[in-house]
């Protein structure tokens, strides 16, 4: 079992779960150390055995082997069990309340290494119950909000009728959202949100979930939260605006294709989204690896990396094609050699949507440029307009930004500017 069970006791804490995930990935990596060891093993056994005068001497040698190989392993999962055990024994000895609670960079590296595990097994840690599973939800200044009326107007003194919506990509979280506001304003804490809220009257509304988890479930949940986040808002809200970044644009796109589907009040007010290096058709990263493991399970000596490697989440596995949609991957091996199962999923009729694609050259045709885009999404990928799948959209809503990798995209003054000459004509 690679993570804690759902009967883990209700006061386990977050230092418990990590000790506990770490427990299970050091047992993993010494599991795929042994079945790679015994594959290798294996094969000159194979031919001794075959050899005259030596296939007795060969055999009682290789039994030999096996027993010390398997006391060694043994002995060595027996440690890490053990001392897993000790370490969460220990921390549950420190109560709570007293515990020393990570700060300032400290916390913010926590926090980034809590959301890279969610992006690659987000999944199952909320299966087993893991505390380390996160909960979509609404965060303002490093805090949760309950999407009920009295928390959001404490949390939003200020709301307004105008509300931007951020989500965040693959193994991330809101932080993000700020990622070089010191280099380009000389504060670290302004963004897309603070400054469509200074210039547009937006309230910025920041949104973190778990990206281990299928695209459809994350947008599902997101349009269950804004639909809750609508009704409860301090001022009824005329307008939404839509901001994701990569995979945190097929969340909006789920969440709108749900939220409309349900009938819920909140996707009428969608009168923009934006796309920041959305894989609209897929991310060429995780195609290659598809087909890495693949190929690394063609034999027994390599097939424990395929496995190691199939463990990622199946919000990665999404990515591969661009899956937001429950029929998109339902009922299909996600781990079949490059399975595409993916549609036509409409944009919202009622809104306006604009896509920006990066790539590492300042032309889009360069032949690097063409095979990586921005080093994770392709720019046809981010416009949605592939040989067979294309999403229409007027061609002044598309735009290419040069000489720039897929994570400036979250918080740079060019881009801003753009996305302010998008939306500005319906604020006036």
């Known amino acids: 079992m690679l993570y804690p069970s759902a009967e883990a006791p209700p006061e386990t804490t977050r230092t418990q ?45 290789r039994v030999v082997h096996d027993g010390i190989t398997s006391l060694v392993y043994g002995s060595l999962r027996t440690a890490i069990v053990v001392a897993g055990g000790a370490a969460r024994l220990a921390a549950r000895c420190v109560p709570a309340d007293t ?107 920041y949104v973190r979930y778990n990206s281990g988890l299928h695209i459809s479930d994350n947008g599902r949940q997101l349009a269950q939260l804004l639909d809750r986040v609508v009704s409860a808002w301090p001022v009824p809200i005329d ?100 399975e595409n199962r993916t549609g036509d999923v409409p944009l919202l009729p009622s809104a306006n949507h604009y896509f920006v694609a990066a790539t590492l050259t300042r032309s889009p045709r360069h032949p690097v440029a063409v095979a990586i885009g921005d080093l994770l999404v392709r720019e046809a990928s981010a416009f949605g307009r592939g040989r067979v799948r294309q999403l229409q959209f007027p061609i002044e809503h598309g735009r290419h930004v040069g000489a720039m990798h897929h994570l400036a995209l979250l918080n740079h003054p060019d881009l801003y500017e753009q996305m302010r000459r998008w939306i500005a004509p319906s604020t006036d």
């Open 17 to 61: 779960a990590t000790i506990e995930v770490a427990t299970a990935a050091l047992e993993a990596g010494l599991a795929t150390i042994e079945q790679v060891h015994t594959a290798i093993a294996r094969k000159p056994f194979a031919v001794l055995r075959l050899a005259p005068g030596v296939g007795e001497v060969s055999e009682v040698v």
């Open 99 to 205: 515990a020393e609670r990570p700060r300032g960079s400290t916390a913010e590296l926590a926090e980034m290494a809590v959301a890279a595990l969610n992006g690659w097994a987000g999944e199952r840690l909320e299966h087993h119950g893991n505390p380390l599973a996160t909960k979509m939800g609404v965060r303002h200044r490093g805090r949760s909000v309950a999407p009920e009326r009295t928390a959001l107007a404490a949390a939003f003194p200020d709301a307004t009728p105008r509300v931007a919506v951020f989500v965040h990509g693959l193994a991330s979280s809101e932080t993000m959202w700020n990622l070089h506001a010191e280099r380009h304003y000389g504060d670290r804490h302004t963004n897309y949100g603070s400054r469509l809220q200074a210039d547009l009257g937006y309230t910025p509304l």
């Open 239 to 338: 307008e939404l605006l839509i901001v994701g970044h990569s995979m945190g644009g097929l969340v909006a796109r789920s969440g709108c294709h749900y939220g409309q589907e349900a009938g819920l009040g909140w996707v009428d007010r969608v009168r923009h989204v934006v796309f920041l290096g959305s894989p609209h058709l897929g991310a060429p990263l995780e195609k290659v690896t598809n087909a890495a493991t693949w190929l690394l399970g063609l034999t027994d000596v390599t097939r424990p990396f395929a496995d190691a490697l199939n463990t990622r989440s199946v919000g990665i596995k999404d990515l591969r094609f661009g899956a937001v949609l429950d029929d998109h991957w339902r009922g299909a091996d996600l781990d079949a050699l490059l």
